[in-house]
């Protein structure tokens, strides 16, 4: 038996009034993921564990089964995995965004969506003129980025930028929750002020003004961590010899690493609404192929949810629909050795809050032979009376991958 869990990151969502008080995935057209359902087993998966902030790592590796009191170190640390930054004992990783700043306000999270491409040439101003032996700036996607701080102390509190568009941007610098860690809360909000000075004047972030664009003028570093001990999934499942993850996101690749899985690069998938789903299908049917367990995520509905687009939202879950969870479980029911099939978010998004949430989020799961419940659609609700119930913890991963 073959796995692949397929991840609509920030999917789920809460009823709208103007869909008639229905979630989006009520509303969506989604006929592939209902076949499943209806012929698989479906229940609801807390992903966000109590005293957690609702982050997309702590709900990726929830949903794989690790024991985040154990192994959680923050989200810089697993993008630091993906871009190849060798962390050393000592070293404090963070996630470091590139923000847009408007007057005292922190207008949004991505700097509207900045280019890759445009992105590296800021990323590599700041570490010329702000790096040096204890800090390293290195260059992601898109918006997103990483710092690395030599003897950083991480007992400090960061506020993620996504959680607070359109608020002072002061009041929410970084604090030191210790007195050991002043010194690092000082240097990064030393940095973060510096970047500002510096981004505002460059000739990138003047060319996007000008043309309408939100310039990308500050840092923003949050979610500070050490090198993490995860154990390879093989460690837990003997079955996974070999494994892949396919993801636009840094963060995503950066758990797969950990996990043992290798990353697939797909051309086109870029992490927003316009990504390569058929590339990523395709992917994930040649690594079926090849490996045992295949974890294929898609970024989309996520980016959707912070801007508040229900329209939008909806048209990527309809998108993973038809382009992705259709594609391949069509593909691989015709196949000798046969596959199990996962379909979830990590955690909601939703389009009111803008932000993430710890709410239970729906899942599938179908194999050939599994006896069916009596879920006859996928969504928030429908979920909810599947026979899996409420699972937490490990629980959701061990059912998928031993029954």
Known sequence: MKHIIILGDGMADWPVEQLGNRTLLQHAHTPNMDRLARNGRCGCLTTVPEGFHPGSEVANMSVLGYDLN?????????????????????????????????????????????????????IEYLQAHLGNDRVHF???????????????????????????PLKPFRPLLVQADVPEAQDTADLLNTLILQSQQLLAAHPLNRRRTAEGKDPANSIWPWSPGYRPQMEPLSERFPQVKRGAVISAVDLIR??????????????????????NYEGKAAAALDALRTDDFVYLHVEASDEAGHEGDVSLKIKTIENLDSRIVGPVSEAVQHWDE??????????????????????????????????????????????????????????FINAFMND
């Open 70 to 122: 154990r192994v959680y170190e923050g989200r810089g640390v697993l993008e630091a995995a993906s871009m190849g930054a060798d962390l050393q004992p000592g070293d404090m990783a963070m996630r470091c965004n590139l923000v847009c700043i408007d007057g005292d306000l922190l207008k949004n999270h991505s700097a509207g969506h900045i280019t890759t491409a445009e992105a590296a040439e800021l």
């Open 254 to 275: 950066g758990i797969g690493r950990y996990a043992g899985l290798r990353h697939i690069e797909v051309e086109g998938a870029t992490g927003l609404y316009d990504t």
């Open 138 to 164: 290195y260059t992601g996607v898109q918006y997103r980025h990483l710092l690395v701080v030599r003897g950083g102390d991480k007992r400090v509190r960061c506020t993620p930028p996504h959680d607070v």
């Open 338 to 395: 046969p596959v199990s099939i996962a379909v979830l978010p990590d955690h909601p998004t939703p389009c009111k809050l803008r932000t993430h949430t710890a709410e239970p989020v729906p899942f599938l799961i179908y194999r050939p032979g599994i006896e069916p419940d009596e879920v006859q659609t996928y969504d928030e609700a429908a979920c909810r009376a599947g026979s899996y119930g409420h699972l937490k913890g490990n629980e």
